[in-house]
């Protein structure tokens, strides 16, 4: 595909995908990052070497999740754009979330991310976190302490693609980081909040199996 050079939106995400595919592999969570960093930057998204593909990207970065099909799709969109002529799926190699057992949880002037879909409702959580005294932001990075991991998960995480803000909180935590990762019971079960109480209904509908083993981690359900 010819790329416009004076368009430097098309010139970096070219660069950008040459990076990341530089072995002629790219994993789900790289592509799912890709789509972040568009979302994130509507005029990015714009880029002239976008346009042919726009009918696919578009209901794509309106919302959270992509299929495995999807995934598929992307990597053929990338391989157009690069002109190569196949990437293989790098396989994420995480296969189970370190949940953490404490048996406190600190709010003040903490700093909380929260990812998946919650049987309380992600807004209950959020709302209760701010109210408590935490802050909340959008990605794991060093300056963040814990990670609420809602019970139901996301669709992609049956195709073993977990996320970034997973993957990034498992990173920094296997880094020395001192960052929490609590499951949606553990969260509720510490906060000890009659309304939260009232609204958790999670038996037999987990996506979690298993109890908590410290930092030794909780093997995700696949879902069918």
């Not at 309106?62 to 190569?84: D, P």
């Not at 709302?127 to 019970?151: H, N, P, T, W």
Request: proline share 3%.
């Amino acid at each position: 595909m010819q790329i416009d050079m004076n368009d430097s939106r098309s010139a970096f995400i070219q660069g950008l995908l040459l990076a990341l595919s530089v072995d002629n592999k790219i994993s789900n969570t790289e592509i799912t990052a890709l789509l972040y960093l568009l979302r994130e930057n509507p005029d990015l998204a714009e880029a002239s070497v976008l346009a042919p593909f726009r009918r696919t990207l578009n209901p794509l970065l309106a919302r959270n999740y992509i299929s495995k099909n999807e995934f598929t799709e992307l990597r053929s969109i990338i391989c157009q754009i690069l002109e190569i002529p196949v990437l293989i799926e790098e396989v994420n190699h995480l296969e189970s979330i370190p949940f953490d057992e404490i048996n406190t949880i600190k709010f003040s002037r903490q700093i909380f991310v929260v990812t998946g879909r919650f049987q309380i409702g992600r807004e209950n959580v959020e709302e209760y976190i701010e109210k408590m005294g935490g802050e909340l932001r959008e990605a794991c990075s060093s300056k963040v302490d814990y990670l609420i991991v809602g019970s139901e998960g996301e669709p992609t995480w049956k195709f073993g693609n977990y996320g970034t803000k997973i993957e990034a909180a498992v990173k920094l935590k296997n880094s020395g980081r001192d960052i929490f990762i609590l499951s949606e019971e553990k969260f509720v079960s510490l906060v000890n909040d009659p309304l939260l109480a009232k609204t958790c209904q999670l038996s037999g509908r987990s996506m979690f199996s298993g109890k908590g083993r410290g930092h030794g981690g909780i093997t995700l359900t696949k879902i069918h």
